[in-house]
């Protein structure tokens, strides 16, 4: 039997004979549950629906790695290289041979991790198909749907390889984290941000989400720790979870001004007039 994949967040269940009764992910309050019901999917049968994995380079030493058409919530992932090795962050929920052929050119992955349960996607077949960790929150690790022995599990922060450093900034979920790259945008760094930071669509500003699909807003304390966890880095660009938008300059300048912005809204401080 082929691994269940949840057809609305692409989370993957073990490959039992039939699949679970319900997405855990999906009937969360940060997530849905489609109006029709649950729908479940598999590799093979979005590989026949004519998905296939999407490879770019996203910037020198970063590889993205997507699908199309996208899946489910559509996340890219992207994998940060070293000379140490390479770490791939935020997994697709669909995964081809072409795109592990990619990865492998590359030298492979020595670590697989998520800014966040939404997107664990596929990343337990990305941990079997190089021997790669699966580096998980602490506080997030029992989001995991599809339970393997290669999960370690940490936080706070954890410099992963040289420069590459997993920060708990919690907010979206409490392990929610970003990925900083020290050597990224020509080495003025960069976070990987998935959902812990969303970009808005103009690429000049940022916002924050507990849900998305829900609209509910993050609460100021929140949105507080995560500058907070994200200030001791050196950043000037924030890619989110997908292949657009990304905030390509000034983004810790950005990231103050636009939290600022959001907090004067929480408070109902902001002229709205
Ligand atoms: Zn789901
Ligand atoms: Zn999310």
Redo the contacts with the bound molecule.
């Keep these: 039997m082929p691994a269940w994949i949840?057809?609305?967040?692409?989370?993957q269940y073990p490959d039992t004979e039939s699949p679970p009764r319900e997405?855990?992910?999906?009937?969360d309050e940060r997530?849905w549950?489609p109006s029709s019901g649950?729908r479940w999917t598999t590799a093979a049968e979005l590989a026949a629906a004519g998905h296939r994995g999407d490879v770019r380079e996203v910037e020198p030493g970063l590889l993205g790695i997507g699908a199309d058409p996208p899946v489910?919530i559509g996340q890219r992932a992207l994998v940060v290289q070293t000379p140490e090795g390479n770490l791939m962050w935020d997994p697709p929920g669909f995964t081809d041979e072409r795109s592990i052929a990619r990865v492998r050119e590359i030298g492979g992955l020595r670590a697989v991790t998520a800014s966040h349960p939404h997107f664990y996607g596929s990343i337990v077949e990305w941990s079997h198909a190089f021997g790669a960790e699966i580096l998980l929150p602490e506080a997030d690790a029992h989001w995991l749907?599809r339970p393997d022995p290669a999960v370690r599990t940490w936080s706070g922060t954890l410099e992963v390889l040289p420069g590459v450093t997993l920060v708990q900034c919690g907010g979206h979920f409490p392990g929610s984290a970003v990925a900083h790259w020290a050597d990224g945008a020509g080495g003025a760094g960069v976070l990987l941000a998935g959902d812990t930071i969303f970009v808005t669509p103009g690429e000049d500003r940022i916002t924050f989400v507990w849900s998305a699909p829900n609209r509910l807003p993050l609460p100021e304390r929140a949105v507080r720790g995560v500058l907070d966890a994200v200030r001791p880095y050196r950043f000037d660009r924030i890619y989110g979870g997908w292949w657009q938008p990304v905030l390509r300059s000034g983004a810790r300048e950005v990231l103050e001004s636009s939290a600022s912005r959001y907090i004067e809204f929480l408070r109902g401080d902001a002229a709205v007039d």
Excluded: D, M, R
């Design positions: 949840c057809a609305t967040c692409a989370n997405c855990v992910i999906c009937t997530q549950v649950q489910a749907t």
